[in-house]
């Protein structure tokens, strides 16, 4: 039960297959094993140590990948953070998690520099974009060229992998404590629920910061598929890439398929390799659902319904529910059965 053993096992079975494609880069796990060694050498020499935080405040990116896994291997505890947040809401969770180390990309700039100028707790900020490492910021790359290679720190079990903000009804958000047992578990039954195997060639687009597709990063790692980054939605990019780069799975939200299918780019792009498509995180309206199932008829679609406290899998309604004829049909606007090692019990106020 730890996360970067996914990463050595990837490495070790199939060192030249192709790990993360990103912005034209593609690297093999061998080369992502070595970089994110090198990744934690080179925080652990800025003075990063047992249980440290590391906020990150960035678009999807083969960095952030990278990240998700070079944490822990020094030794750390990951931070993702919210993109859609006020720079009030991110000073909140940077002083509320006690984080040390800001990463941010192009996108977030401005917004890490009014972070660093109101956080006296912060004593690194680290560029992850693909511009010029501004001043006062650390260069990734460079980091990640100097290392040196630092041994894995094999944090496991009920070790703090994460720090995960969930939105509640008033204030502030709200961190929730993740261990390594806990996303690993859930990331196992994730992909035994929908699954995966190691021909997957997942099309991060849903943010990554987002438990939901955490969960996918982990789950699709420890089966050992391939990673695709776009940095954030767009129902044209997202055609163009399963057709390019013949994307199998992805996880969107409501919203995103209504995108997807009002697309014009949809009828003449070739997406026969997508064959499967995650959802949730809000309400899938059935008529919004059919019209899914009828356009893309090829494409077995899958809820999965959680919480980030649940770290964060509850129930999946598998391909086989969706269906509108047989001995199976009738359950679109279910949420499934509980995963692999949940239960459930409905009870109500009084506990019954």
């Known amino acids: 039960m730890q996360l970067t053993q996914a990463i050595h096992r990837a490495a070790a079975a199939t060192p030249a297959a192709i790990a993360t494609v990103c912005a034209g880069r593609r690297r093999s796990w061998a080369e992502v094993r070595d970089r994110i060694a090198r990744v934690a050498g080179a925080l652990k020499g800025l003075g990063v140590g047992e249980g440290d935080r590391i906020a990150i405040l960035a678009m999807n990116a083969d960095r952030y990948f990278e990240l998700y896994f070079a944490v822990p291997w020094a030794n750390a505890v990951v931070v993702p953070m919210n993109v859609r947040w006020s720079v009030a809401e991110h000073v909140f969770s940077i002083e509320d998690s006690g984080a ?23 004593r690194h900020a680290i560029h992850i974009g693909d511009g010029p490492t501004p001043e006062g910021f650390l260069g990734y790359e460079a980091l990640a060229d100097a290392g040196p290679a630092a041994p894995d720190a094999r944090r496991s079990g009920g070790d703090l992998a994460g720090i995960f903000y969930t939105g509640g009804t008033t204030g502030f958000p709200k961190g929730v404590m993740l261990s390594h047992q806990s996303l690993w578990t859930s990331s196992l039954c994730i992909g035994a629920g929908i699954g995966l195997s190691a021909e997957l060639r997942y099309l991060h687009a849903a943010p990554m910061f987002h438990l939901a597709d955490t969960g996918m990063t982990f789950a699709g790692t420890i089966f050992g598929g391939s990673h695709i980054f776009m940095p954030s939605f767009d129902a044209a990019a997202f055609l163009g890439l399963v057709e390019a780069e013949r994307a199998t799975h992805a996880l969107l939200v409501p919203t995103m398929i209504r995108l997807l299918l009002d697309c014009p780019d949809l009828a003449h792009r070739d997406a026969s390799s997508l064959s499967r498509l995650i959802y949730g995180a809000s309400p899938m309206a059935e008529s919004l659902l059919r019209a899914a199932m009828k356009q893309l008829p090829h494409v077995g679609f899958a809820q999965a319904y959680g919480q980030t406290e649940l770290s964060p899998l509850a129930t999946i309604l598998g391909p086989e529910w969706h269906v509108l004829e047989g001995p199976k049909a009738g359950k679109l606007r279910s949420a499934g059965r509980p995963g692999l090692c949940v239960e459930i019990k409905i009870v109500d106020a009084e506990g019954a």
């Open 100 to 122: 040390t180390v800001l990463v941010v990309d192009d996108t977030f700039l401005a917004a890490g520099r009014a972070v660093l100028a109101q956080c006296g707790g912060l």
